[in-house]
Antibody, heavy 126, light 110 residues
Framework: QVQLQESGPGLVKPSQTLSLTCTVSGGSISSGGYYWSWIRQPAGKGLEWIGRIYTSGSTNYNPSLKSRVTISVDTSKNQFSLKLSSVTAADTAVYYC??????????????????WGQGTLVTVSS | QSALTQPRSVSGSPGQSVTISCTGTSNDVGGYNYVSWYQQHPGKAPKLMIYDVSKRPSGVPDRFSGSKSGNTASLTIYGLQAEDEADYYC??????????FGGGTKLTVL
């Protein structure tokens, strides 16, 4: 079955750019009509949706983060990536990648997430 | 866009049923049949339990049931088991936004 794995630096300095990659295995990122999303969770807090990308390259972002977020896809590597610029301590969180949506019996829907990567902790500190 | 409203905590004894509510607006929960629910154990990634308001993914026990009335969605867990103790999050499509999560509910099995 499809599995996702986040990778990237665990420590980023304030004002710099956070960069993470999600590698998809067990299936092609280009097949099935899915979106691919990034979601984060500060320690002890709830989930926050960051944004998503379709394999065509079409993106949607959380308006509260939109000015700082870029999500891209590399279908040749079966990966999608997150860049978050001008980070502060408030961006310290576990970052998850997840497959977004799917189709059952020809009926498709989105904005639900399965499967998820295991998550990667990113700390913003000097 | 505000987060969806969930109770901070609920509890129940083994074998009982519990319901977790998720209240939004006509711009999210009330406007679309795209509510999903996630179970998260400490230190683990969230797990999809319900999508499209009431659909269960393969492998999720039928003790988990989702529903919606107006701007409020609900997750009901029947026959509570010790392993159900976890945090639960609701999520909804929100049109232009387009995804909003609830603040999370801690379920304690007494």
């Amino acid at each position: 079955q499809v599995q996702l794995q986040e990778s990237g630096p665990g420590l980023v300095k304030p004002s710099q750019t956070l960069s993470l990659t999600c590698t998809v295995s067990g299936g092609s990122i280009s097949s099935g009509g899915y979106y691919w999303s990034w979601i984060r969770q500060p320690a002890g807090k709830g989930l926050e949706w960051i944004g998503r990308i379709y394999t065509s390259g079409s993106t949607n972002y959380n308006p509260s983060l939109k000015s700082r977020v870029t999500i891209s896809v590399d279908t040749s590597k079966n990966q999608f990536s997150l860049k978050l610029s001008s980070v502060t301590a408030a961006d310290t969180a576990v970052y998850y990648c997840a497959r977004d949506g799917g189709c059952t019996d020809g009926v498709c829907s989105w904005s639900w997430f399965d499967p998820w990567g295991q998550g990667t902790l990113v700390t913003v500190s000097s | 866009q505000s987060a969806l409203t969930q109770p901070r905590s609920v509890s129940g004894s083994p074998g009982q049923s519990v319901t977790i509510s998720c209240t939004g607006t006509s711009n999210d929960v009330g406007g679309y049949n795209y509510v999903s629910w996630y179970q998260q154990h400490p230190g683990k990634a969230p797990k999809l339990m319900i999508y499209d308001v009431s659909k269960r993914p393969s492998g999720v026990p039928d003790r988990f049931s989702g529903s919606k009335s107006g701007n409020t969605a609900s997750l009901t867990i029947y026959g509570l088991q010790a392993e159900d103790e976890a945090d639960y999050y609701c999520c909804s499509y929100a049109g232009f936004y387009p995804v909003v999560f609830g603040g999370g509910t801690k379920l304690t099995v007494l």
